[in-house]
């Protein structure tokens, strides 16, 4: 890597932000872990990151409200430096029958895995104009689209919209030297997936191949390497083969 590069991953306390922030420190990136609630596992990231000799700080926001965004990408460009990559992983879910969701609930779940990843685009985009360089990956879902599942309306709509969002911005951001991709992971046993209860873990227990968050992480690694230059606007799934037919 010829400069240094400063990377924002939102969620990063734990599960597959987690393994993505180790990732990226141990390739030469500053990182910005991102966390909402729990300051102590994101400090444990930054932790296991400085002990292998990399360099990260953690920055509290819920990136769900837009002026939480903004203040995140402030203060990673004041105290790290110019953000130049951006790994919008933060999200959550609440599965709920259609007919039972509320519309609290239904904002709430486009707000963090949607509109968030939105406002965190928007206010790192600038720094990577000026850098004329820079990569943002979206985690999306199969839930998105290619696989879709009942009763996680909500999800799938923030999630298939991460898609839309990933197709446009690639195409407006092409001549800048800026990349856009999404990643769809399989199935990780995560604190997502426990909280859609033990009726749905033991259908994605039969139906996918349980994947390490590892996996995910290398994939998002290679999207913002140099090697993925000319990569943008596509959506990987990260699985081995895709659900299992039982
Ligand atoms: N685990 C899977 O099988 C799987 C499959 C497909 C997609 N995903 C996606 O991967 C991403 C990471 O999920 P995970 O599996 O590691 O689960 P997780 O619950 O461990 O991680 C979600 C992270 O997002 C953070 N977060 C939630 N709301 C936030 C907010 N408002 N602001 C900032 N951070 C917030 C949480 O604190 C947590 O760190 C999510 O976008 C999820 O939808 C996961």
Not at 103 to 106: C, M, Q, V
Not at 204 to 207: D, P, V
């Given at each position: 890597?010829?400069?240094?590069?400063?990377?924002?991953?939102?969620?990063?306390?734990?599960?597959?932000?987690?393994?993505?922030?180790e990732?990226l420190a141990s390739?030469?990136f500053?990182?910005a872990?991102?966390y909402?609630?729990?300051?102590?596992?994101a400090?444990g990231v930054v932790a296991?990151?400085?002990e292998?000799?990399g360099e990260a700080r953690?920055?509290e926001a819920?990136i769900?409200?837009?002026?939480q965004?903004?203040?995140?990408?402030?203060?990673v460009?004041?105290?790290?430096?110019p953000?130049s990559v951006?790994i919008?992983n933060?999200g959550m879910n609440s599965?709920a029958a259609?007919?039972?969701?509320s519309?609290?609930?239904?904002d709430?779940i486009?707000?963090?895995?949607l509109?968030?990843?939105f406002?965190?685009s928007?206010?790192?985009l600038?720094?990577?104009?000026?850098?004329?360089?820079?990569?943002?990956?979206?985690?999306?879902?199969?839930?998105g689209?290619?696989r879709?599942?009942p009763?996680?309306s909500?999800?799938?709509?923030?999630?298939a919209?991460?898609?839309g969002?990933?197709?446009s911005l690639?195409?407006?951001v092409?001549?800048?030297?800026?990349?856009?991709?999404?990643?769809?992971?399989?199935y990780?046993?995560?604190?997502?997936?426990a909280?859609a209860g033990?009726a749905?873990?033991?259908s994605?227990?039969?139906?996918w191949?349980?994947i390490?968050a590892?996996?995910?992480?290398?994939?998002?690694?290679?999207?913002?390497?140099?090697d993925?230059a000319?990569?943008?606007?596509e959506?990987?799934?990260?699985w081995?083969?895709?659900?299992v037919?039982?």
């Open positions: 890597m010829s400069r240094r590069r400063v990377a924002i991953v939102t969620g990063g306390g734990r599960g597959i932000g987690a393994a993505v922030c990732r390739d030469g500053a990182v872990v991102n909402a609630r729990s300051a102590d596992a400090a296991r990151i400085e292998n000799g953690a920055f819920d769900a409200d837009p002026a965004a903004e203040r995140l990408t402030v203060a460009a004041e105290s790290l430096g953000p951006l919008n933060a599965a259609a007919r039972r969701q519309p609290d609930e239904w709430r486009i707000g963090v895995n509109s968030g990843a406002y965190c928007h206010f790192v600038p720094h990577m104009y000026e850098l004329g360089w820079g990569r943002i990956v979206f985690v999306s879902s199969p839930s689209g290619r879709p599942a009763a996680v909500a999800y799938s709509a923030a999630k919209g991460l898609v969002m990933t197709r690639a195409q407006e092409a001549r800048r030297g800026i990349t856009v991709n999404a990643v769809m992971p399989g990780v046993a995560t604190d997502i997936t909280s033990d749905a873990v033991e994605l227990e039969r139906s191949p349980r390490p590892e996996s995910v992480a290398s994939t998002v690694a290679f999207l913002v390497g140099d993925a000319d990569v943008s606007g959506e990987i799934g990260v081995r083969g895709g659900p037919s039982i």
